[in-house]
């Protein structure tokens, strides 16, 4: 993994551009706001990249706004993956982050895959396409948790590769 790469947040966003799932990993609270607006923001940049017809899913760097790196990724049905990292001097490499996105990619897709897992809640069983997916409702648990685990296994790569080195 690169060093010193430390997740401050993951964002899903759909392919309506709503918000499914947004995640962060900061001891302060009061900045989670942060992060929603870093995830709506790289929307314009990911809409200008993935204009461009690239096959590549992974968009690399967004921007960066003071303590923070932003990278994108986009996956081939058009949901929208985020990072915020943690700035540093150091270089994150493309092929770390790649396969970062891609673990985050698997885990969503292995989530929606399941047949037993409602998208929408009972109560609105119309069938209405613009209604967001409700990633933060207790049946998505197990997505909540993999990205957690993503994110913790990415933060303690980067301290054991500084510590050795």
């Not at 960066?64 to 001097?89: F, H, N, R």
């Not at 493309?94 to 047949?115: Q, R």
């Amino acid at each position: 993994m690169a060093p010193n790469l430390r997740l401050n947040a993951v964002a899903f966003i759909s392919p309506q551009n709503h918000p499914i799932l947004i995640r962060t990993y900061t001891k302060q609270d009061e900045t989670a706001i942060k992060y929603h607006y870093i995830a709506h923001t790289s929307l314009d940049v990911i809409e200008e990249r993935a204009s461009s017809k690239s096959a590549d899913c992974y968009l690399g760097l967004l921007y960066s706004m003071e303590d923070v790196a932003v990278y994108g990724y986009i996956t081939p049905l058009k949901v929208k993956i985020v990072i915020a990292a943690a700035l540093t001097d150091a270089v994150a490499r493309d092929v770390d982050l790649n396969m970062i996105f891609k673990a985050l990619h698997m885990a969503y897709y292995s989530a929606i895959s399941n047949p037993f897992l409602v998208l929408q809640d009972s109560a609105g069983a119309v069938f209405d396409s613009s209604r967001p997916l409700l990633a933060g409702s207790p049946k998505w648990k197990h997505f909540r948790r993999r990205i957690d685990e993503i994110a913790r296994v990415v933060g303690n790569a980067s301290n054991t590769s500084t510590l050795g080195g």
